[in-house]
């Protein structure tokens, strides 16, 4: 099974700031990766997939980037509305691993 | 509109059943491979299996955690999908949502993230 790795597991951040979160497979898994915000208690909403493409209606503020083993999730200026937990998925194999999660509160 | 709604979650003993099912509407479900995703209180998702479509044999997967124990189903007549939960532990106890998958094709290469989910279904796993 393909395990993702990501960090940090949380941070802290103010409105306006740029956010970058990492994640790791560990193998390659070309771009099949996917970025999901989950906020608490509702379902998780698909953001980026394949790697660096936007998910229609997500805001551009929002971008990925990476391929191989190594990805990132950029939020360009962090809004009140994005604070909630993120994860990575590869769909490059099954089982369809997540990473842990990070979550992203307010400082 | 596409919508997912999960029903049939609840309080079982450990070693009992359960029967999840994912009603669906809005899309091409019989097109469809849908999965199932469970989150425990307070910890991260983790993807428990999945039922491709009728074109693709209704193959299954399923997580090494579950397999074995539980059987993913569909009715493409009743635009359902379903998760047969048997010899259930407390470690079962999670949100179960069901997910539809789809394709996105650029380039020679289709990707498939989970672009809905239903609001999720409560199963708790106790004595």
């Known amino acids: 099974d393909i395990q993702m790795t990501q960090s940090p597991s949380s941070l802290s951040a103010s409105v306006g700031d740029r956010v970058t979160i990492t994640c790791r497979a560990s193998q390659r898994i070309d771009s099949y990766l996917n970025w999901y915000q989950q906020k608490p208690r509702k379902a998780p909403k698909l953001l980026i997939y394949?790697?660096?493409s936007l998910q229609s209606g997500v805001p551009s503020r929002f971008s990925g980037s990476g391929s191989g083993t190594d990805f990132t999730l950029t939020i360009s200026s962090l809004q009140p509305e994005d604070f909630a937990t993120y994860y990575c998925?590869?769909?490059?194999?099954?089982?369809?691993?997540f990473g842990q999660g990070t979550k992203v509160e307010i400082k | 509109e596409v919508q997912l709604v999960e029903s049939g979650g609840g309080l079982v003993q450990p070693g009992g059943s359960l029967k999840l099912s994912c009603a669906a509407s809005?899309?091409?479900?019989?097109?469809?491979?849908m999965h199932w995703v469970r989150q425990a209180s307070g910890k991260g998702l983790e993807w428990v299996g999945r039922?491709?479509?009728?074109?693709?044999?209704?193959?299954?997967a399923y997580a090494a955690s579950v397999k074995g124990r539980f059987t993913i189903s569909r009715d493409d007549s009743e635009n359902t999908a379903y998760l047969q939960m048997n010899s259930l532990k407390t470690d079962d106890t999670a949100v179960y949502y069901c997910t539809r998958q789809v394709g996105y094709c650029s380039a020679g290469s289709c990707y498939s993230p989970f672009d809905d989910w239903g609001q999720g279904t409560l199963v708790t796993v106790s004595s």
């Open positions: 809005g899309f091409n479900f019989s097109g469809s491979a």
């Open positions: 039922i491709r479509s009728k074109a693709n044999s209704y193959a299954t």
């Open positions: 998925q590869q769909s490059y194999s099954t089982p369809r691993t």
């Open positions: 394949a790697a660096s």
